[in-house]
């Protein structure tokens, strides 16, 4: 029973937060338009109504009383009109009440009591009712009269339906229905029949044949009547009589269009059913109208079909693909068959090869979301601030469907969310003076965006504001003790990197959004623990780029082999530049004895794994092993190892928790992968050992 | 005195499941069972809640970089355990004959570790009023107990200062 009310909770959370998401979405997309489109209406009525109907089942009633309250003006506004006549205040509501949710899911998914502090939002919302009501008071009146006619002229509208079918090979099924209507039309009135145009069109005879022949009627006496002429008609085989339910009825209805007339009948139905309580005080109305919405939504086209899954189970069926896929190349590269002419395991093992492939890709594909779920959220936060800095800015967001690992999603939030406000805050200018006074537009632009590359995907965020000025980070930097060496020495890169420390702010004050200078480290830290690097470039007067680079997923990585001595290595495949064998001559050595090679006109350290590490081997000369160009960000790098073994797909695994407490991870240990033959090999982390082996030399 | 222990436990060897079902009966105050090892000559035992599984041979993967009682990691069935030196661990010099050495991998608070003894004797149970406190100017910073059983004296290891 607990385990059910937990289910339905988790359930309801998700629900809800993908209903606000889709509001706030809706939202903006309608106050940048400056209106509310009749589908943005009907939407956000219906997630008003959801949210108000989970939210009384769970029993969280100020979400329902709030939702109800929304649904209310909504349910005014469909039937009205006179959105346009709030205006800005309209919009404001709507996002406090969409905050307002927020937060008390965020209370409730922390189990905290539900503050019940909604009276404000409430009353803001029935005032706006009100007001809209009294302006609207004398038009409905004429409205009434209206929407009663149409519904009588629409045809689906009939309730009651013949199907008729002749008799079989009887031959020209359409004339014989003419006659038939001809007859029925004598006695009462036919609604409508279907198909149209019988008495020209030849092919109708087919449909006849195969669908029956349709006939509608608007009431019970009409039906009566035109059953006793169906029954003693010739050639009838057989009829049927339906009573049809509202919504049924367009979907049986004239064939033309059924899309258009789908929605219009629905409308119809809608407002005939409230046309008496319109008359009266409108209070009563959504009541009634309710129980037609939820069937309007069923109906609704497009409709995906999705499942939601607990992430836990996910990572479970990843860990066990994980394993399938190191069994099998433990199996197919089993010493005990090697040497064997084996054609019929070579040829299965194939084929098992292919189907684990497969597998992999299916469930990593499971495993990945689009950021613009991520990406939406930053539209509110610009909208947010501009409106309280007074700094008009837009948000451009390119490559939202852009898909990465939901591990990855969850962790980049925070970290976009950061970036996106220090642009704001600190990145456009102040005014649109400043601005305008720069020859740029009034309105800044942040662009947001997203793509792959090989196995990364790349996270830009890009202002077009004043840009960082580096003396000052520089200035400050050395205020608050943060330089390690002397002032000119630090490239215009290095210096934005200081940025990324902790404790590091430009800002003066502390604003409300952003400035105590716990952001930027926290970027750093958040996209380094999904194995990502952050860097920064920026322009005085132009505007500044901070870009992150993160492994599109985490489980799974095309790795080179390598070896040192008795140990194996991984080095993700991402990170090497290139391979190559090098004399002693080509080493070459600066004032502390750390070794250099040339590459491409620019110098790179040599950091040999055998010695970081402590390993024995047999190679320690130069021309013996192999160096490896790599790279990781901004940092590039040689490696010095004995020998390359090869290409490999490898599951990673972190090492043991009690084996992080040595700090391993700032010693380039990524984690652990194991290979083929059951042993294990250490997966490098390229940014990492740059640090430990070659800032410290 | 080590040598003789030593002896006497092999003896026992055999008949250690008939001995445990003996004690059981005997003991009237609350006991634990324990599995117990050597190393460096010393008799030693750890609570058996903490004992997971004894394997024995396991090639054991070279970490660089850790302090040298972390003697690597192994891949048991699919999940790494790190493998720390119960010699090296307590100050005592590594072992050269790796005859009779085993790995008795423990579970310390959701910590798998694979413990590396030069041998493991066998279960027995310790009656709680049997254990003593070990001596206050003790250098054993791990052993948390004493105790004397059938002639042979263990020291009780506290796993949970192993992995600190």
Same mark, same amino acid.
């Not at chain 1, 080095?571 to 004032?591: C, E, G, M, T, W």
């Not at chain 2, 004690?23 to 090892?37: C, G, I, N, P, Q």
């Given at each position: 029973?607990?385990?059910?009310?937990?289910?339905?909770?988790?359930?309801?959370?998700?629900?809800?937060?993908?209903?606000?998401?889709?509001?706030?979405?809706?939202?903006?997309?309608?106050?940048?338009?400056?209106?509310? $489109?009749?589908?943005?209406?009907?939407?956000?009525?219906?997630?008003?109504?959801?949210?108000?109907?989970? $939210?009384?089942?769970?029993?969280?009633?100020?979400?329902?009383?709030?939702?109800?309250?929304?649904?209310?003006?909504?349910?005014?506004?469909?039937?009205?009109?006179?959105?346009?006549?709030?205006?800005?205040?309209?919009?404001?509501?709507?996002?406090?009440?969409?905050?307002?949710?927020?937060?008390?899911?965020?209370?409730?998914?922390?189990?905290?009591?539900?503050?019940?502090?909604?009276?404000?939002?409430?009353?803001?919302?029935?005032?706006?009712?009100?007001?809209?009501?009294?302006?609207?008071?004398?038009?409905?009146?004429?409205?009434?009269?209206?929407?009663?006619?149409?519904?009588?002229?629409?045809?689906?509208?009939?309730?009651?339906?013949?199907?008729?079918?002749?008799?079989?090979?009887?031959?020209?099924?359409?004339?014989?229905?003419?006659?038939?209507?001809?007859?029925?039309?004598?006695?009462?009135?036919?609604?409508?029949?279907?198909?149209?145009?019988?008495?020209?069109?030849? /092919?109708?005879?087919?449909?006849?044949?195969?669908?029956?022949?349709?006939?509608?009627?608007?009431?019970?006496?009409?039906?009566?009547?035109?059953?006793?002429?169906?029954?003693?008609?010739?050639?009838?085989?057989?009829?049927?009589?339906?009573?049809?339910?509202?919504?049924?009825?367009?979907?049986?209805?004239?064939?033309?269009?059924?899309?258009?007339?789908?929605?219009?009948?629905?409308?119809?139905?809608? $407002?005939?059913?409230?046309?008496?309580?319109?008359?009266?005080?409108?209070?009563?109305?959504?009541?009634?109208?309710?129980?037609?919405?939820?069937?309007?939504?069923?109906?609704?086209?497009?409709?995906?079909?999705?499942?939601?899954?607990?992430?836990?189970?996910?990572?479970?069926?990843?860990?066990?693909?994980?394993?399938?896929?190191?069994?099998?190349?433990?199996?197919?590269?089993?010493?005990?068959?090697?040497?064997?002419?084996?054609?019929?395991?070579?040829?299965?093992?194939?084929?098992?090869?292919?189907?684990?492939?497969?597998?992999?890709?299916?469930?990593?594909?499971?495993?990945?979301?689009?950021?613009?779920?991520?990406?939406?959220?930053?539209?509110?936060?610009?909208r947010d601030m501009s409106q309280a800095l007074d700094r008009p800015a837009k948000l451009v967001v390119v490559g939202a469907d852009t898909e990465v690992d939901k591990t990855i999603v969850d962790s980049i939030g925070d970290p976009i969310m950061h970036m996106v406000r220090n642009a704001m805050d600190h990145g456009i200018e102040e005014s649109a003076e400043e601005r305008i006074e720069a020859g740029k537009d009034p309105t800044g632009t942040i662009t947001l965006s997203a793509h792959h590359t090989g196995g990364e995907v790349i996270i830009s965020i890009e202002d077009d504001g004043r840009g960082i000025n580096a003396q000052k980070v520089l200035e400050k930097a050395k205020n608050q003790g943060l330089l390690v060496k002397s002032e000119s020495e630090y490239s215009q890169k290095e210096i934005l990197q200081l940025l990324l420390l902790p404790?590091?702010?430009?800002?003066?004050?502390?604003?409300?959004?952003?400035?105590?200078?716990?952001?930027?480290?926290?970027?750093?830290?958040?996209?380094?623990?999904?194995?990502?690097?952050?860097?920064?470039?920026?322009?005085?007067?132009?505007?500044?780029?901070?870009?992150?680079?993160?492994?599109?997923?985490?489980?799974?990585?095309?790795?080179?082999?390598?070896?040192?001595?008795? /140990?194996?290595?991984?080095?993700?495949?991402?990170?090497?530049?290139? /391979?190559?064998?090098?004399?002693?001559?080509?080493?070459?050595?600066?004032?502390?004895?750390?070794?250099?090679?040339?590459?491409?006109?620019?110098?790179?350290?040599?950091?040999?794994?055998?010695?970081?590490?402590?390993?024995?081997?047999?190679?320690?000369?130069?021309?013996?092993?192999?160096?490896?160009?790599?790279?990781?960000?901004?940092?590039?790098?040689?490696?010095?190892?004995?020998?390359?073994?090869?290409?490999?797909?490898?599951?990673?695994?972190?090492?043991?928790?009690?084996?992080?407490?040595?700090?391993?991870?700032?010693?380039?240990?990524?984690?652990?992968?194991?290979?083929?033959?059951?042993?294990?090999?250490?997966?490098?982390?390229?940014?990492?050992?740059?640090?430990?082996?070659?800032?410290?030399? | 005195?080590?040598?003789?222990?030593?002896?006497?436990?092999?003896?026992?060897?055999?008949?250690?499941?008939?001995?445990?079902?003996?004690?059981?009966?005997?003991?009237?105050?609350?006991?634990?069972?324990?599995?117990?090892?050597? /190393?460096?000559?010393?008799?030693?035992?750890?609570?058996?809640?903490?004992?997971?599984?004894?394997?024995?041979?396991?090639?054991?993967?070279?970490?660089?970089?850790?302090?040298?009682?972390?003697?690597?990691?192994?891949?048991?069935?699919?999940?790494?355990?790190?493998?720390?030196?119960?010699?090296?661990?307590?100050?005592?010099?590594?072992?050269?004959?790796?005859?009779?050495?085993?790995?008795?991998?423990?579970?310390?608070?959701?910590?798998?570790?694979?413990?590396?003894?030069?041998?493991?004797?066998?279960?027995?149970?310790?009656?709680?009023?049997?254990?003593?406190?070990?001596?206050?100017?003790?250098?054993?910073?791990?052993?948390?107990?004493?105790?004397?059983?059938?002639?042979?004296?263990?020291?009780?290891?506290?796993?949970?200062?192993?992995?600190?």
């Amino acid at each position: 029973m607990d385990n059910g009310m937990q289910n339905m909770l988790e359930m309801y959370l998700y629900e809800t937060n993908t209903m606000v998401e889709q509001l706030d979405g809706i939202l903006l997309e309608a106050e940048n338009a400056g209106t509310f $489109s009749v589908e943005n209406i009907n939407e956000i009525f219906r997630i008003m109504h959801t949210i108000k109907g989970s $939210s009384a089942m769970m029993q969280f009633t100020p979400l329902s009383t709030l939702a109800h309250q929304v649904e209310n003006l909504f349910f005014f506004m469909r039937e009205n009109g006179g959105h346009n006549e709030i205006g800005h205040d309209l919009f404001n509501a709507l996002f406090r009440a969409s905050d307002f949710i927020k937060a008390q899911i965020g209370n409730i998914e922390n189990n905290e009591p539900l503050s019940d502090d909604i009276g404000d939002l409430t009353n803001e919302i029935q005032a706006m009712l009100a007001s809209l009501q009294n302006a609207m008071a004398g038009e409905s009146e004429e409205n009434n009269p209206q929407a009663a006619n149409t519904a009588n002229a629409a045809p689906g509208s009939s309730r009651f339906c013949i199907k008729v079918f002749f008799d079989e090979g009887v031959g020209m099924e359409n004339l014989r229905s003419f006659m038939l209507v001809n007859t029925i039309k004598d006695e009462c009135h036919i609604d409508a029949f279907e198909p149209a145009g019988i008495e020209t069109d030849q /092919s109708t005879a087919t449909q006849i044949i195969e669908q029956g022949f349709m006939l509608y009627f608007d009431t019970k006496e009409d039906l009566d009547i035109a059953i006793g002429i169906v029954e003693s008609s010739l050639n009838v085989r057989a009829y049927e009589s339906l009573e049809l339910e509202s919504v049924e009825a367009p979907e049986q209805g004239p064939a033309e269009s059924p899309a258009t007339a789908k929605t219009e009948i629905a409308a119809v139905e809608a $407002s005939r059913d409230n046309a008496p309580a319109k008359a009266e005080p409108l209070k009563g109305g959504p009541v009634q109208a309710q129980a037609q919405v939820p069937a309007q939504a069923g109906a609704h086209p497009g409709k995906q079909n999705l499942i939601s899954v607990n992430l836990t189970k996910l990572d479970k069926l990843m860990d066990i693909v994980g394993e399938i896929v190191i069994t099998e190349s433990m199996v197919t590269s089993s010493p005990d068959i090697q040497g064997f002419k084996l054609d019929s395991f070579t040829k299965s093992a194939r084929q098992l090869r292919k189907l684990t492939d497969d597998l992999q890709d299916t469930v990593m594909s499971i495993r990945m979301v689009p950021v613009s779920g991520v990406f939406q959220k930053m539209n509110r936060i610009v909208r947010d601030m501009s409106q309280a800095l007074d700094r008009p800015a837009k948000l451009v967001v390119v490559g939202a469907d852009t898909e990465v690992d939901k591990t990855i999603v969850d962790s980049i939030g925070d970290p976009i969310m950061h970036m996106v406000r220090n642009a704001m805050d600190h990145g456009i200018e102040e005014s649109a003076e400043e601005r305008i006074e720069a020859g740029k537009d009034p309105t800044g632009t942040i662009t947001l965006s997203a793509h792959h590359t090989g196995g990364e995907v790349i996270i830009s965020i890009e202002d077009d504001g004043r840009g960082i000025n580096a003396q000052k980070v520089l200035e400050k930097a050395k205020n608050q003790g943060l330089l390690v060496k002397s002032e000119s020495e630090y490239s215009q890169k290095e210096i934005l990197q200081l940025l990324l420390l902790p404790g590091f702010s430009t800002n003066e004050n502390v604003t409300e959004f952003s400035g105590r200078g716990v952001g930027m480290d926290v970027v750093k830290k958040n996209i380094e623990k999904v194995g990502g690097v952050v860097s920064m470039t920026s322009e005085i007067g132009k505007g500044t780029t901070t870009t992150l680079n993160i492994p599109l997923t985490l489980a799974i990585v095309d790795g080179m082999e390598i070896v040192v001595g008795d /140990s194996i290595f991984t080095i993700p495949l991402h990170n090497i530049r290139s /391979s190559f064998k090098v004399a002693s001559q080509d080493i070459i050595y600066d004032s502390a004895g750390g070794e250099m090679i040339c590459r491409m006109e620019s110098f790179y350290p040599v950091v040999r794994l055998h010695e970081f590490y402590g390993l024995e081997t047999d190679v320690t000369s130069v021309e013996d092993g192999i160096v490896i160009w790599i790279e990781a960000g901004d940092k590039s790098y040689c490696l010095f190892v004995d020998r390359l073994l090869g290409e490999q797909q490898v599951v990673v695994k972190p090492l043991p928790n009690y084996l992080y407490a040595f700090n391993i991870k700032k010693l380039g240990i990524a984690g652990c992968t194991i290979l083929g033959d059951g042993n294990i090999s250490i997966i490098l982390d390229i940014p990492s050992l740059y640090e430990a082996a070659v800032s410290r030399i | 005195m080590m040598a003789q222990t030593i002896q006497s436990n092999q003896a026992d060897q055999n008949d250690m499941f008939y001995e445990d079902d003996n004690t059981a009966v005997e003991v009237v105050s609350d006991s634990r069972k324990y599995l117990t090892f050597v /190393s460096n000559g010393l008799g030693f035992a750890i609570p058996s809640d903490y004992v997971i599984e004894i394997i024995n041979e396991h090639f054991i993967t070279h970490l660089p970089r850790v302090p040298d009682y972390i003697r690597g990691i192994i891949n048991l069935r699919g999940q790494i355990i790190p493998i720390m030196d119960a010699r090296l661990r307590m100050g005592h010099p590594a072992s050269d004959h790796k005859k009779e050495t085993c790995i008795i991998v423990i579970s310390v608070n959701d910590n798998s570790i694979g413990l590396f003894v030069d041998k493991v004797l066998h279960m027995i149970d310790i009656p709680d009023d049997a254990i003593s406190e070990p001596p206050v100017n003790n250098n054993q910073e791990f052993v948390n107990g004493i105790t004397h059983i059938n002639n042979v004296v263990y020291l009780l290891l506290d796993c949970e200062l192993l992995l600190k």
